[in-house]
């Protein structure tokens, strides 16, 4: 275990529906990433929050978007949801200028 | 763009055995480059991260070896067990905050 957890763990939606995600991160770490995981490839980077500022995003569109509060745990928002948000959404933490991430469970959406 | 790209995409074994699997990458500027080990409906576990300047390093069954003139990566997995079955996932990392992901090469270890 890597004492980084998410909630739900499973969540189903419908189509044009919003939905939030949450993670905590390991204790001591500042830094939150979220991924986006489809069946049978590989986690897609959605951003990073560093100091409740997002500190970078990957080629996702707006209706993505996060906070993190000032205990570091962080939420993923997506609205108008989409057929092909369908998949495992991960979170990791790190400390600033550590190499590592220490990646949570997930929290498996599927949008019907 | 930085790709990641990983062999085979599955691989059966027979438990005991010795099995390597391959990543290719074009990640630039490199930073570092990272094997992971993902079981099935959970979150990746970190087995290796290696810089420019390493060449090899161990994580008990488990040895990655990285050619940063290349730009390989393997990772072989010694004397393999039920429990290694799984999907390993190879990682480039760039600027230090974006993790570029292979799509992994699924591994299941038989009796």
């Known amino acids: 275990e890597t004492g980084v957890t998410q909630s739900p763990t499973h969540l189903i939606k419908t189509r044009g529906q919003q939905v939030t995600l949450r993670c905590s991160s390991q204790s001591g770490h500042n830094t939150v990433s979220w991924y986006q995981q489809a069946l049978g490839q590989g986690p897609q980077f959605i951003f990073q929050y560093y100091r409740e500022e997002e500190n970078g995003r990957g080629n996702f569109p707006p209706r993505f978007s996060g906070l993190q509060f000032p205990n570091y745990s962080s939420e993923l928002n997506v609205n108008a949801l989409e057929l092909d948000d369908s998949a495992l959404y991960l979170c990791?933490?790190?400390?600033?200028?550590?190499?590592?991430?220490?990646f949570g469970p997930g929290t498996r959406l599927t949008v019907l | 763009k930085n790709q990641v790209e990983q062999s085979p995409q599955s691989l059966i074994i027979l438990e005991g055995k010795n099995c390597t699997l391959q990543?290719?990458?074009?990640?630039?500027?490199?930073?570092?480059l990272r094997w992971y080990k993902q079981d099935t409906g959970r979150g990746p576990v970190s087995l290796t991260i290696m810089t420019f300047s390493e060449n090899t390093k161990s994580n008990g069954r488990y040895t990655a070896t990285l050619d940063a003139d290349t730009k390989q990566s393997s990772l072989h997995i010694t004397a393999s067990q039920l429990s290694d079955s799984a999907s390993y996932i190879c990682v480039g990392t760039d600027s230090g905050y974006a993790l570029n992901f292979g799509k992994g090469t699924s591994l299941l270890v038989t009796p």
């Open positions: 990543c290719n990458y074009t990640v630039s500027p490199f930073s570092n």
């Open positions: 990791a933490s790190s400390w600033t200028g550590s190499n590592e991430q220490f």
